[in-house]
């Protein structure tokens, strides 16, 4: 009998996170002061972020040590599973051979808590009372609840309108471990009402919660602001499954020759490619490939150069592809990918050719999520459905070169709290949204006034 789980003990959570920065060929650009232009210093974020993430967030170390409490609390639910998809490889009659590393075995469901235990507990160090944050289909408003509650940190969520009205669990859920919920765009903040003066059934977006978090934070001292994707540290904390999908790939006497994973703002992508990655600047021969919504196509039809984080201008300008800060993406199912940015790191790595990157409509994905669950068990969240999809795009490929590989995709969260978008796809009813390109372009143009990136 083949195996079909590679599990390992507690003692092998790993003890440090690996820092990409240390092993890219060329670095990404620096970010920007919007207001000078000129690249930002490390203390221009210390308004909303404790400086021992500011310091991970500029790191050139290869590797920096994760905290015993962290461990201690990863404890809960790590070292997570790696799956071989041995039922998946016969119904699609492979003979590839197809891993997952699954990371819906943590207490909110997703890969999500791996960063918002170290961001509670190093603003907890620094002495901070309160965290603010954005939230799409709620993941991230929840594993932030979750982490704040072990730290006796207050949490305060914004969460995008749509997601807000679709998916009441997800609030629940915050509501459980103490946190607090409110729509976005709110009338709490200044960016909220200003949104709201102009498009009252506004349904939200990333940007905008962003906004309001950053805004709140900004403006008190006890408050700080917790980002859940995007930025350099968290995409460093999520390397934890990478260097542990490495080590079970070895216990399974494998390698794999393509890693693929959604992307919304690049963590848990960069989390599983960015240890596999290492080892493709370092010589060896595999593909990565990053799958996006083609509702919400930021790397494959954004722009390279720089843009803001959120709609209404208040972060710092980023190095990234970006369909414009205030780009309203299609209502799909997967609000984690509904972002109009990607993190810097990741549009690095893409624009320099290491990784590419593809995208699929959310009707294909559904539909391999459905097979998925019907012969591997788990119920995927639709975000890594995308991935899921590209699995299969590969196995038909290597069929078409007469080839057999092996591939490697991160499950990064259950769709337990999406029965609503199953219910949508399994009526029939399901629909891609296609981009609207009219409000694309619109979007887009703000972005030729940007710095450009040579
Ligand atoms: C948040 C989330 C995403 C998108 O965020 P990334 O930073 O790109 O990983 C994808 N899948 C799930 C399950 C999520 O919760």
Redesign the pocket.
Known sequence: MAQHRYLLPEDRIPAHWYNIAADLPSMPPPPLNPGTGQPLGPEALAGIFPMSLIEQEVSTDRYIAIPDPVREIYAMWRPTPMYRALGLEKALGTTCKIFYKYEGVSPAG???PNTSVPQAYYNAQAGIKRLTTET??G??GSSLSFACNLFDIECKVFMVRVSYDSKPYRRMMMETWGGECVASPSEETNAGRAILAEHPDSPGSLGIAISEAVEQAAMNDDTNYAL???LNH?LLHQTVVGEEAKEQMEMAGAYPDVVI?????????GGLAFPFLQDKIAGKDIRIVAVEPASCPTLTRGTYGYDFGDTAQTTPLLPMHSLGHDFIPPSIH?G??RYHGM?PLVSHVVHTGLVEATAHGQVECFAEAVRFARVEGIIP?P??SHAIRQVVVEVERAREEGVEKTILFNL??HGHFDMAAYADFLSGNMKDLAVDEGELARATEVLAAMPGIA
């Open positions: 997703s890969h999500k799409g289909a993941q991230w859940g994707s995007v968290v994973g959604c992307v919304g703002g690049g963590s848990n992508f997967s984690g990918l993190a969240a975000e890594p990064c969260g």
